[in-house]
């Protein structure tokens, strides 16, 4: 039952045809869990809990970074520092005293899966890896809970509802992980700061109308969202039933599905340590930033370096490599070791550098070691 001061914030649902108490009720007896409080749950955990669901768990291990307040809008310049899920859960307690919020400042990982998934009615993913997705979508099968799906990258975002009443599965739009290495996350591609809000507010519709009963849930088809041309479109997905054949989580295999694999002999990339260390031991490296040029006044360089962003050399814009010699060792750096990845193999397919490698982490950790 719905008490007083729950009728009169809920109004406008109580009053809306289709909806109206019985509605509200079950979204106040139904549960949800939001694994990433970033972009993506940001939004979605907003309006999840202004609609009044009972009971909202929150899965997120990071702490908010300067960098996530151009879209992550439930923290503020004060929170810089504090646990996302900590922060998150005080933001939507004083948004709605009437929920229970349960934030678990941890990953979401093999061993709490399971446990995590089966003690709610619906999964909302808002997480950035590809690891992270394949473990949510068998964890769901195998608990036979709705996935509400969300991803985004620069202009473009996807929305599907996964796992809903035998319809298809993450896996049957993406039966196996990309290739290492062959696609950017956002810290690398970037994204526009509204688009995680479109995606994931419209994950929270997807979440309240499974709770509700009411209308259709975007099971069976795949909403692409083009920020920039502000138009949508709709792919029909099929179901394959060998997507459903998960007997239990593997004991290993999703943490190191999509990180940069290790190449023997450092034949690609070199680690920071073995780099730092060939620099003090007085070896001549040529370095070269691929980075976009405001990276380097947020972040800073590794000098001396010559800067070349990604997207000229690969249109053949390379003109401030002339000053290097192909023939000496060179390292290729950017903010956390993918794009210096293709600018590195660039350099050597194309323009014959012999003796280039990646450096692996990038900057980032370049700084975080020293």
Not at 54 to 78: A, K
Not at 99 to 121: C, K, S, W, Y
Not at 160 to 176: A, D, I, K
Request: net charge negative; with cysteine; aromatic share 6%.
């Amino acid at each position: 039952m719905l008490s007083n001061q729950e009728i009169a914030r809920y109004q406008r649902h109580l009053s809306l045809v289709g909806f109206g108490p019985a509605g509200q009720e079950k979204l106040q007896g139904g549960s949800v869990l939001v694994i990433g409080a970033g972009g993506l749950g940001c939004p979605a955990l907003l309006y999840l809990a202004a609609a009044g669901v009972g009971r909202i768990v929150i899965v997120d291990g990071d702490r908010v970074d300067v960098s996530n307040l151009q879209r992550q809008v439930l923290y503020t310049s004060d929170d810089a520092g504090q646990l996302k899920a900590e922060a998150a859960a005080r933001r939507l307690r004083a948004l709605n005293p009437h929920l229970t919020i349960e934030p678990h400042a941890e990953r979401f990982t093999r061993d709490n899966a399971l446990a995590l998934v089966r003690g709610v009615d619906v999964v909302l993913d808002g997480s950035d890896n590809f690891p992270t997705r394949y473990l949510v979508n068998d964890a769901c099968v195998l608990a036979d809970r709705p996935l509400v799906y969300g991803a985004i990258q620069a202009f473009e975002g996807q929305l599907s509802v996964f796992n809903w009443r035998g319809g298809p599965t993450y896996r049957c739009l993406f039966p196996e992980p990309p290739e290492p290495g062959t696609v950017q996350n956002c810290a690398e591609a970037g994204v526009l700061g509204v688009l995680p809000g479109l995606i994931g507010t419209a994950q929270a519709c997807e979440v309240i109308k499974l709770l509700t009963g009411i209308g259709e849930p975007l099971s069976g088809r795949l909403l692409l969202w083009d920020a920039l041309a502000m138009r949508t479109q709709t792919v029909t997905l099929a179901a394959d039933p060998r997507s459903r054949d998960i007997r239990e989580l593997p004991p290993e295999g999703y943490g190191e599905t999509c990180a940069v694999p290790e190449i023997e002999e450092n034949a690609e990339e070199i680690g920071i340590d073995e780099f730092r260390a060939a620099r003090v031991a007085g070896r001549r490296w040529q370095v070269v930033d691929v980075r976009e040029g405001w990276e380097r006044v947020t972040v800073g360089t590794i000098e001396p370096d010559v800067h070349v962003p990604l997207s000229d050399l690969m249109r053949g814009q390379v003109q401030g490599l002339a000053t290097l010699d192909p023939h000496a060792p060179t390292v290729v750096y950017c903010a956390m070791g993918q794009r210096s990845l293709a600018g590195a193999r660039a350099m050597r397919e194309y323009l014959g550098y012999r003796a280039v490698v990646s450096l692996r982490g990038g900057i980032h950790a370049w700084l975080a070691s020293q």
